[in-house]
């Protein structure tokens, strides 16, 4: 069972993660055989190290580009929602596109997240 303040507390260190890239921050945040989705369709990762290595290798965001804000939206046992935004910048600072998201949770016992699938949409530009 989880609750919305262990979830707030999990988000925080996933943009803390983010933002420094940092493999064990990355891996604490995730249970070994951990299914993850950047996407609900297409392929799913399986597995820490897998996921470390797919934030780390697969076109990693410049430093100080990009900043994310998210909340829980529900917990159900040990599932939760998460909605948010991240938004990327232009290396003048201004928003190059604010994406809106929405992440699928599920929490082992530890804290750590087993499911993970991401939903997100562009938002137009004005």
């Known amino acids: 069972m989880t609750d919305r303040a262990a979830v707030d507390r999990?988000?925080?260190?996933?943009?803390?993660?983010?933002?420094?890239?940092?493999?064990?921050q990355i891996g604490e945040l995730f249970a070994e055989g951990v299914e993850?989705?950047?996407?609900?369709?297409?392929?799913?990762?399986?597995?820490?190290?897998?996921?470390?290595?797919?934030?780390?290798?697969d076109d990693p965001d410049?430093?100080?580009?990009?900043?994310?804000a998210y909340e829980v939206y529900?917990?159900?046992?040990?599932?939760?929602v998460a909605v948010g935004t991240s938004t990327y910048a232009r290396p003048d600072g201004s928003?190059?596109?604010?994406?809106?998201?929405c992440f699928l949770l599920r929490f082992d016992a530890e804290?750590?997240?087993?499911?993970?699938?991401e939903w997100f949409m562009?938002?137009?530009?004005?």
């Open 10 to 24: 999990w988000l925080d260190a996933y943009v803390a993660a983010w933002k420094t890239y940092d493999p064990g």
């Open 36 to 57: 993850y989705a950047y996407r609900p369709t297409g392929d799913t990762l399986v597995g820490r190290e897998a996921v470390v290595r797919s934030w780390i290798e």
């Open 62 to 68: 410049d430093p100080g580009t990009y900043d994310g």
């Open 74 to 80: 529900a917990v159900e046992g040990d599932r939760a």
């Open 95 to 101: 928003v190059r596109a604010v994406y809106d998201n």
């Open 111 to 117: 804290g750590r997240c087993s499911e993970f699938t």
């Open 122 to 126: 562009e938002r137009p530009t004005p």
